[in-house]
């Protein structure tokens, strides 16, 4: 089942830790093999951390987001991938930018396959970053056609340096976001999130931009 949560700032500064705290123990409801993060922090560079086991094993790994412009998370379910092989756990690769995944990529031997790709685990969900990387184009339309090769429901937040992007991508599983007035969280689950809750528009792609002084949304719809 996996959950994921993310964040982007609107003004420049980092998420509340605690409530990122509160968002991925709400999270692991939906799956305690394995927790993993990326963020983009103040230095400008993409930071990544995965262990097996749950959230709440690990939440303290949270504190380095603070002072982040964007954060992706994971909870994860494993369907493919023993989880003991870090690897297998998300975030994972997509190009220049990282991954999280909530489905089950039902098609990915056929896409490594059709697209000639390498991967490197056991996990479904490389693919995507793989696609990802493979395609061309802004993010958005890369996550667009990544998101149609596969026939199965879907959620995915990335994140992107030089500009600051989070992508968003929802197809068919839950995602949710709410409003503080220093940043968008985002989450699988309502539980946890600030403000009015509403959801992501389902079979949509979106890129939220920070670009040093406000957010850009650039949407895409999926149509597949
Ligand atoms: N299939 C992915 C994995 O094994 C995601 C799991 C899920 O969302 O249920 O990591």
Not at 195 to 217: M, P, Q, S, Y
Request: proline share 5%; with cysteine; net charge positive.
């Amino acid at each position: 089942m996996c959950g994921i949560f993310g964040f982007i700032t609107t003004h420049g500064k980092g998420p509340d830790v605690a409530r990122l705290r509160r968002i991925a123990a709400e999270t692991q409801r939906r799956g305690h093999h394995a927790f993993g993060l990326a963020w983009l922090g103040r230095d400008g560079a993409i930071h990544t951390f995965k262990r097996p086991g749950p959230a709440t094993a690990n939440l303290g790994d949270l504190s380095p987001c603070r002072g982040a412009s964007v954060v992706i998370g994971h909870c994860r379910w494993a369907t493919h991938g023993d989880p003991a092989d870090n690897c297998n756990n998300h975030p994972h690769a997509a190009g220049r930018g990282w991954l999280v995944h909530n489905g089950v990529v039902v098609n990915h031997a056929r896409l490594v396959r059709r697209f000639h790709l390498a991967p490197q685990t056991e996990c479904d969900s490389e693919v995507l970053g793989l696609l990802i990387s493979r395609f061309a184009g802004s993010i958005g339309w890369r996550a667009v056609q990544t998101a149609r090769c596969v026939t199965a429901p879907l959620a995915m937040l990335g994140v992107w340096r030089r500009p600051a992007r989070l992508l968003v991508v929802r197809g068919g599983k839950p995602l949710w976001f709410g409003h503080t007035a220093g940043g968008i969280y985002f989450g699988s689950l309502p539980e946890g999130l600030p403000g009015k809750v509403a959801a992501i528009n389902d079979e949509c792609a979106g890129v939220l931009t920070f670009d040093g002084h406000g957010l850009r949304h650039d949407a895409y719809a999926i149509d597949r």
